[in-house]
């Protein structure tokens, strides 16, 4: 029976010693998990950001005229259209293929002042003479 004591005490001792690691376990990974959490959080959001930012830059690309792409547009007009046709493209393309930066980059020297006109403007009426009247 002593036995048997025993080994109910030390069973008892045993669990307290494991319920005791669990509550150091369960302090340590607590702070864990919520830094994990935003460390998630965090990266998610960064991965949006990057996924925006690459998104923004295919439109852009798309978006402005390249000698890329109009090598491209020229490639695979190739064969559908006559070579003048395509040239006719490229040409026209060429024309408009600036940077909307270089739209901004230098301003104008100087600010042109408005001139007056020569004479009488078109906008001023002189009074109209009657010849039937007299002075």
């Known amino acids: 029976m002593q036995d048997a004591l025993d080994r109910r005490e030390r069973a008892l ?12 376990d369960e302090a340590v990974a607590a702070p864990l ?4 959490a935003v460390a998630d959080r965090d990266q998610e959001r ?4 990057r996924d925006r930012d690459r998104a923004d830059e295919e439109r852009v690309a798309r978006l402005y005229d390249s000698a ?14 006559d070579d003048e046709t395509i ?12 940077p909307a930066q270089e739209a901004v980059a230098s301003s104008p020297t100087r600010t042109p ?23």
Do not use: M, T
Not at 33 to 36: A, D, P
Not at 46 to 49: L, Y
């Open 13 to 24: 001792r045993l669990a307290e010693r494991a319920r005791e690691q669990a509550r150091i």
């Open 33 to 36: 998990l919520v830094s994990g």
């Open 46 to 49: 960064d991965q949006a950001a």
């Open 68 to 81: 890329d792409s109009r090598h491209d547009v020229a490639n695979d007009l190739d064969g559908i259209v």
């Open 87 to 98: 040239e006719a493209r490229v040409v026209a393309d060429s024309g408009q293929a600036r």
């Open 113 to 135: 002042a408005a001139r007056r006109a020569r004479g009488k403007g078109s906008q001023v009426r002189s009074p109209a003479r009657r010849p039937d009247r007299g002075r």
